[in-house]
């Protein structure tokens, strides 16, 4: 019997509930609750594009004004953008974010207490810090989180081995879990035929998934988010290329200069969920094809490219590992780490105000997990691809 679904299930999504969430409700909220939304009603229309300098320039005007009544906190977005920005959100939203990652997992079969593993990143196991807190939470949930911050051959076999026990699910990093496939099938090992897959924390290609359906004979389905707004949609069908917009989120896309929600374009997102500091039309970063009708629908997300870093001695690192080396580092406006050889990274950092202390920081980061020289460019801008996206991470290793 799974004891976990009856015993721990009902403590884990205690008094959660998605229903009173709406478009119409954030904006009352917002345009009554908020220095910044007060001059914009409750019409999104009259709502203007949210950026992350607007953020940063009216971070104060942006709280709700019922804060002291919050359990609230800090965040940093940090990821694949390469501009970090810090926000804030609370405890709803971050209870509210569990209902919604439960029911995304339930596509491909998972209930609550079936085994699990997370093919994840974990920067305080390179620094040798354990979070005791997370180590008890994921026994009760039965979930199994293996690195893969710093992954060499010696921990992919070692972590073949533990999918050979039969996970209902393995929720992992797109480059971490095709990392592993492509060693298998390099090295002509068996491969444990897994039941779903869900990838996350990247741009899912053709060619991914083609790799993983290959290798593990599994479902595939691939998860959308950013820190800042949370879940924002995920494969509802295995192996399809439509991701179902999650209840938490109102989407739109900027395309040819003009807002809507049926078209291509720069995907803007509204979160039905924090109120907290609301973030309404935000710029995420991401270019996407996005259909509403009676629900809305990513029918392909563009997204942006995470390159892996590799060592001689042939580990892997992912490029997730170097976004969270900058967390709540605020004087930083956009960075780019290039690995040019295998021993020398280049970090290049827009900012105004270089922190020698953080920069330090982020050197002993780097050399943590590669043995290799660290140079830093202080720039005024980093500018993206021609194709919007931009490339925080960029390996020059053939």
Request: proline share 2%; aromatic share 14%; glycine share 6%.
């Amino acid at each position: 019997m799974n004891w976990r679904k009856y015993i721990i299930k009902p403590f884990y999504f205690k008094n959660m509930d998605l229903v009173n969430y709406s478009l119409d409700k954030i904006l009352k909220f917002a345009s009554t609750h908020t220095k910044y939304y007060s001059k914009f009603g409750t019409d999104l229309n009259n709502y203007p594009i949210l950026t992350k300098d607007i953020i940063r320039n009216n971070f104060e005007a942006l709280k709700s004004d019922d804060l002291d009544k919050r359990k609230w906190f800090y965040n940093t977005s940090g990821g694949s953008t390469g501009e970090p920005v810090k926000f804030i959100q609370d405890m709803e939203f971050r209870n509210l974010q569990r209902i919604i990652t439960y029911e995304e997992k339930g596509f491909s079969g998972y209930q609550f207490g079936d085994f699990m593993i997370k093919l994840w990143g974990n920067e305080n196991e390179i620094f040798g810090k354990k979070n005791y807190k997370s180590i008890i939470l994921d026994y009760l949930k039965n979930v199994k989180v293996l690195n893969t911050f710093n992954l060499d051959e010696n921990k992919i076999r070692k972590y073949i081995k533990k999918m050979y026990k039969n996970p209902k699910l393995v929720v992992s990093y797109i480059q971490s879990i095709y990392q592993i496939a492509k060693y298998i099938k390099d090295n002509n090992l068996n491969a444990p035929k897994l039941n779903a897959i869900m990838t996350t924390a990247g741009t899912l290609y053709p060619t991914q998934k083609k790799l993983l359906q290959e290798v593990f004979n599994a479902k595939i389905y691939n998860r959308y988010g950013s820190r800042e707004v949370g879940n924002i949609a995920c494969n509802k069908e295995a192996n399809s290329d439509e991701l179902i917009v999650t209840k938490g989120v109102y989407l739109e896309v900027l395309e040819d200069g003009k807002i809507t929600t049926n078209g291509t374009g720069e995907l803007l997102v509204t979160s039905l969920i924090n109120y907290a500091m609301p973030l309404i039309r935000y710029k995420v970063g991401d270019i996407a094809t996005l259909k509403t009708e009676n629900i809305q629908t990513i029918t392909k997300l563009y997204g942006r490219d995470v390159d892996v870093f590799k060592t001689k001695d042939g580990k892997f690192i992912d490029g997730e590992y170097f976004s969270h080396l900058v967390y709540f580092m605020d004087w930083i406006y956009k960075y780019q780490f290039i690995q040019k050889e295998y021993d020398l990274i280049i970090v290049k950092i827009a900012t105004k105000n270089p922190n020698q202390n953080d920069m330090k920081k982020i050197e002993d980061g780097i050399k943590k997990v590669i043995d290799c020289k660290v140079e830093f460019e202080i720039v005024d801008n980093i500018p993206q691809l021609e194709s919007g996206k931009f490339r925080y991470t960029i390996s020059e290793i053939k």
